[in-house]
């Protein structure tokens, strides 16, 4: 049996291997659940969702800028400060139906960083309002915190279907324009879409401030023309080329597009032709768009009904768009005929030519083209180009297929977020494959400590069993020595005797009965201690046990015993209780042999933290008190429970033995014996 200090010494050891291999363990753990946090994705979820970006980017229209020259929208008076309060307000003339607003930025040319919008605001609302209503309400606020810069595609604005006659684009703090750093508003386009209709096209416009000294270019009927800094690069759809002929000079062609039934229509998109797959463009940016031109309605083929829907002028370069947007009144009409009053003028080498073409002809009712592969009828013979008339009304452009402006404002804005979020999600896939291979050199390692320390333990653990059978023997050996050597010893001088006295019967007789009575005595105390290495004791307890010993070994002797903490010494572990009887017999045999003593008393106390035994006679005492003066029985015996013992030579003569056992607690003691089970 080990003792109690070296029972706690292994129990220390064995908790902390078992705690060390748990540390390893929880590691490990959280080694492998490193990529799962509750509310993030995982690298699987990170790499899912890039794939899931780039499928979606694959099918979204490219953010490709137009050349050459155009509008650049409205800006309003530069500010020294960025809190300024700038405005544009469209008169949408009647109360409409709206759901959305799209916000196209000047889109300004930085050396470091490329493309970039100048002038857009930082903290801006919608207001909308309806008739007299001067004061509006919001329907979108947006503040630094949205993080809308830096962009080049548009923003788009959703909101709950609602009545308005007028859309208020507010900004409350500007940023600063590039090339001087003053703050001032700037907007290239703003359109309002009433279902895919963008009702704000031409509509009446006015502003808080206007720029002084600005050029066509920058007025503010710019901001609703619908002249865009993109070209319509779709994603999907094959290439068309424009439909160009020369014509007479001087002739006025036309072109009639036959809509199959007549049909309301508000507005007509005219795509010109594609300027040039080169950089830089070698085409004038007018070219084939007539200088002017008409557009009239009918719903006789003949046009004797007609009626003018529109016309359209190129004065300067900046009239010149990818997408020239037409509005009018809406018309129910069948036959739509444009008519190039004056066709374009270009100088071909050393001569003049008159040219008429476009890349498509888009007519518009409810926002919807009904023109798309319509058929065309021209009054003018096709000469100098080889491309097919059905390419007016095919739905496709230079880049594949023509775009509703909601949808190809949609799939820009769209685009802008995605790639946006896609350096994001890279990044931290990045970061998580990093981490993912430290983690695995982090498991690696864990795995081989792990496999140290479960080595470790099991010859830690046999080194421990080792000496734990060393320290039953020795413990054997002193229970031997203390309890059955003076027994056996007894039997022996008794045998003597008996054979000395073969020729006195009588006496003989009582000798065999006493060295019987010896032989079982002897018996019961083996059985005894092996109730105590089983943990079998009797039901009285420490206390018990320490007086029917006492009454056994000083009979001749006066005794008192007296116990303070009952309740503490029923909480004792077996082994415990073992080590402090057989003290206590080592302490009454020494006494009987040496002291000389006519009385004895047993002190035991016992409390939470310790266990104290004091047993004192009346005999001779010692001239040494010192703790060297133990015998070498009771030192083994302190030493194997982890005890501290001591001689005290009171004053009124005699001698003290005292024991002092720190206790482990009983809770302590289970465990130490679970542990060891």
């Known amino acids: 049996m080990t ?286 768009i007539p200088e002017y031109c008409i557009l009239e309605g009918a719903n006789n083929p003949d046009f004797s009904d007609a009626v003018q829907l529109c016309e359209y002028r190129v004065e300067t370069v900046f009239d010149a768009d990818p997408i020239i947007m037409l509005n009018f009144e809406e018309t129910e009409v069948r036959y739509l005929r444009l008519t190039a009053l004056i066709p374009h003028i270009d100088r071909f080498g050393s001569r003049l030519r008159s040219l008429v073409g476009f890349s498509e002809i888009v007519v518009l009712s409810n926002g919807m083209n009904i023109a798309k592969d319509k058929n065309v009828d021209l009054d003018f013979e096709v000469r100098g180009y080889t491309r097919p008339l059905a390419n007016v009304t095919d739905g496709k452009n230079f880049y594949g297929e023509i775009l509703s402006i909601r949808t190809w404002m949609n799939q820009l804005a769209r685009r802008h977020n995605l790639e946006k979020e896609r350096p994001k999600v890279a990044a931290e896939a990045a970061d998580r494959y990093v981490l993912q291979q430290k983690n695995l050199m982090r498991m690696y390692w864990l795995a081989a400590l792990l496999v140290v320390v479960i080595i470790l333990t099991v010859l830690i653990g046999r080194l421990v069993r080792m000496k734990y059978v060393g320290q039953i023997r020795q413990r054997f050996a002193a229970d031997l020595h203390d309890e059955l050597g003076a027994d056996i010893h007894c039997i022996g001088l008794m045998s003597d005797m008996a054979r000395d006295s073969l020729s006195e019967p009588a006496k003989l007789d009582e000798i065999l009965k006493t060295i019987r009575e010896a032989t079982e005595e002897t018996g019961n105390v083996v059985r005894h201690y092996s109730n105590l290495y089983e943990g079998n004791f009797s039901a009285s307890g420490l206390q018990g046990d320490m007086e029917r010993i006492a009454q056994r070994v000083v009979v001749h002797l006066k005794h008192e015993f007296s116990v303070e903490g009952e309740a503490c010494l029923k909480q004792l572990h077996p082994r415990t209780r073992s080590d402090l009887l057989l003290f206590y017999k080592e302490c009454l045999i020494n006494i009987c042999r040496h002291s000389g003593a006519t009385s004895l008393s047993t002190k035991l106390v016992a409390n939470s933290k310790r266990i104290e035994i004091t047993v004192c006679d009346d005999g001779q005492g010692i001239s040494d008190p010192s703790s060297k003066g133990l015998p070498q029985s009771l030192k083994r015996r302190a030493r194997l429970m982890g005890a501290r013992a001591r001689l005290i030579n009171p004053n009124g003569g005699g001698l003290c033995i005292h024991l002092s056992l720190h206790r482990r607690g009983y809770l302590l003691h289970k465990l130490l014996g679970f542990l060891n089970s």
């Open 3 to 288: 003792s109690h200090g070296n029972n706690a010494r292994w129990l220390s050891m064995r908790f902390t291997m078992y705690l060390l291999v748990s540390l390893v363990f929880a590691e490990l753990c959280s080694v492998l659940a490193a990529n799962e946090h509750p509310g993030v994705m995982s690298l699987a979820q990170l790499e899912q969702r890039l794939e899931d970006i780039d499928h979606e980017l694959d099918e979204l229209a490219r953010c490709s800028m137009r050349g050459s020259m155009g509008p650049l929208g409205w800006r309003s008076h530069a500010r020294q400060g960025p809190y300024q309060n700038e405005w544009i307000e469209i008169d949408l003339g009647e109360s409409t139906l709206i759901d959305q607003v799209a916000l196209v930025p000047t889109i300004w040319r930085d050396s470091t960083f490329g493309l970039m919008a100048d002038g857009f605001p930082e903290e801006f609302q919608i207001i909308v309002g309806d008739g007299s209503d001067s004061e509006g309400r919001v329907v979108a606020s947006f503040t630094a915190e949205d993080e809308l810069l830096p962009r080049i595609e548009p923003l788009i604005v959703r909101f709950p279907v609602t009545s308005a006659s007028w859309v208020r684009f507010q900004a409350t703090k500007l940023t600063s324009r590039a090339w001087d750093g003053l703050y001032q508003l700037q907007l290239s386009e703003m359109m309002v879409f009433s279902g895919e209709e963008n009702v704000a096209l031409r509509k009446p416009v006015k502003v808080s401030t206007q720029e002084q000294f600005t050029l066509r270019a920058r007025v503010k009927e710019t901001v609703v023309d619908g002249s865009l800094p993109y070209l319509m690069d779709a994603a999907g759809g094959a290439d068309s080329k424009s439909f160009v002929s020369t014509v007479d000079d001087g002739s006025q062609p036309s072109m009639t597009i036959d809509l199959g039934e007549s049909c309301l229509v508000s507005q007509v998109h005219l795509h010109t032709v594609d300027l040039s797959d080169n950089v830089p463009e070698v085409i004038h940016p007018t070219f084939g």
